[in-house]
């Protein structure tokens, strides 16, 4: 009795026969692990190479940069600009050969408020101010002043805007900022580094052009706080400023729609 017992017990053997049973085929957990992991790996393996079709998917040249589509997309509106102000000019001569049904009285009120608009060039003296951005290893060149910050080195939408507005403030007849016209219903934006105009997207340096009297235009720059405040940072981390009297010069008319495009409320 204690021999099988003790038999049993030691789990060497059976009650009735003392031998030892067969293992059972049980999958170890070590294995069934690594089975699973490289199946996984078939399945990443087989899903990449479907994204891809068989193109490296990190430096394949067909995938463009958001940057690159930004860039491309201000190239097309820049093109479509020009084509729109084509078609306008041709029609405005068909118009003139036609007689276009109006009176000279109706056309000369129309052609004031076309001025007005910013949609015919304009011509007069003009002042130019050029912003750019600081270097970017630009230390501090006055004493009592922080090292800079990245933020403290480049263009911001407010500089641009101060400048414009003091010209308008300084009575400027009409502004061009690079090469497009401003209308009232222009949005001078940043994103960045880069500015947004009218569709289409320019990096610094930017420069910005106003007919009207020098005199009265320099003043208002002089006198604008906005700007006064961008001069520190001038004269301080070396941001570029630049106003020169370019004499008389065109501006061209502008050439994009003049549609108003507006949020609605959901039906």
């Known amino acids: 009795m204690s021999n099988t017992a003790d038999s049993h017990e030691a789990g060497h053997g059976t009650p009735e026969t ?25 399945l990443l393996f087989i899903t990449s190479f479907n ?25 097309k509106n820049g093109l479509l600009d020009e084509s729109n102000a084509t078609l306008r000019d041709g029609n ?12 000279k009285a109706e056309e000369a009120r ?15 003296e003009s002042v130019s101010v050029t912003l750019n951005d600081a270097p970017p290893d630009a230390t501090a060149k006055l004493p009592g002043y922080p090292a800079p910050q990245p933020d403290y080195l480049v ?9 414009v507005n003091a010209l308008w403030q300084g009575g400027a007849r009409g502004i061009k900022v690079m090469d497009q016209r401003l209308i009232s219903t222009s949005a001078v934006r940043c994103v960045g580094n880069t500015l947004i ?8 340096p930017y420069k ?23 001069m520190v940072y001038v004269n301080v ?17 502008y050439s994009g729609t003049v549609d108003l495009h507006y949020a609605k409320p959901v039906e």
């Open 208 to 230: 910005i052009t106003a007919i009207g009297n020098p005199d009265k235009l320099q003043k208002a720059l002089a006198d604008s706080a906005a700007i006064q405040n961008y």
């Open 110 to 124: 129309l052609g004031a408020l076309e001025k007005n608009a910013g949609t015919q060039r304009l011509t007069g």
């Open 155 to 163: 263009i911001h939408q407010q500089d641009l805007q101060a400048v």
């Open 92 to 103: 405005e001569v068909l118009a003139k050969r036609t007689g276009g049904g109006s009176s």
């Open 237 to 253: 981390y070396g941001l570029g400023w630049k106003v020169t009297e370019d004499g008389t010069v065109t501006l061209p008319g």
């Open 51 to 75: 994204t891809a079709r068989g193109t490296n998917i990190r430096t394949d040249s067909s995938l463009l940069k958001l940057s690159d589509l930004i860039h491309e997309r201000s190239h």
């Open 18 to 42: 003392g031998t030892t049973p067969p293992r059972s085929r049980r999958l170890r957990p070590a294995r069934v692990l690594t089975v699973g992991v490289f199946a996984l790996a078939g």
């Open 197 to 204: 105009l009218q569709g289409r997207v320019y990096s610094p």
